[in-house]
């Protein structure tokens, strides 16, 4: 069963910077999403097992950057220029199949951190 521990969220204001962690039980592919008051869940950022290949959600792109310590079993999500529109909560997700590609869908991972609330002050 994965097994994943989410660290690094809190309060900044609009502008600034947070990164997140995310510790995982094995290596897997790994992905960040998000949801906000009353919203649906949104995809955030993927990235590969080896750390080659990386996808972001188009509201993020040139902002967010994702990437891993595969010695320790960690990915993390570096935040910048960070809007009141990023307030959300930032779940970590990973996906054990071994399938081929990054998902951009909640159903393409099958373990799921606690979630850590971001919040961003204008």
């Known amino acids: 069963q994965v097994q994943l521990v989410e660290s690094g969220g809190g309060l900044v204001q609009a502008g600034g910077s947070l990164r997140l962690s995310c510790t995982a039980s094995g290596r897997y592919v790994m992905g960040w999403f998000r949801q906000a008051p009353g919203k649906e869940h949104d995809f955030v950022a993927a990235?590969?097992?080896?750390?080659?290949?990386?996808l972001y959600g188009d509201s993020v792109k040139g902002r967010f950057t994702i990437s891993r310590d595969n010695a320790r079993n960690t990915v993390f999500l570096q935040m910048n220029s960070l809007q009141s529109e990023d307030t959300a909560v930032y779940y970590c997700a990973a996906d054990s199949t071994g399938r081929l590609g990054l998902g951009l869908r909640r159903s393409d991972y099958d373990g799921w951190g606690q979630g850590t609330q971001v919040t961003v002050s204008s």
């Open positions: 990235i590969s097992w080896a750390g080659g290949r990386t």
